[in-house]
């Protein structure tokens, strides 16, 4: 369970990483790392579920590419693709 400082501490990444995809419109995983912690692609899926702009495709091996208001892309970038969702 989290305390109330973890609970900050993450809010602040939520919000950093929201900022930074806001600004610069897309970025990778290993890149958002850096701004949002260890927990960067779980505050990707939380922003997500909240309704905000943002697709999520595979790079290569472990790398992921974030776009924020950008259409999804397939991997080769330059088709798009339609998001089916799971549920």
Partial sequence: ???AE???R???NREK???YLREHGSATNQRLR???GARAM????E???AGYPITVRKLKGAEWEIRYGQPPM????????EQKSLF
């Fill in 6 to 8: 973890d609970k900050a």
């Fill in 42 to 45: 779980g505050r990707v899926h």
């Fill in 74 to 81: 397939g991997r080769d970038a330059k088709s798009r693709v």
């Fill in 47 to 49: 922003l997500k579920k």
């Fill in 34 to 36: 850096g701004i949002g």
């Fill in 10 to 12: 993450t809010l602040s």
């Fill in 17 to 19: 990483v929201l900022a």
């Fill in 1 to 3: 369970m989290m305390d």
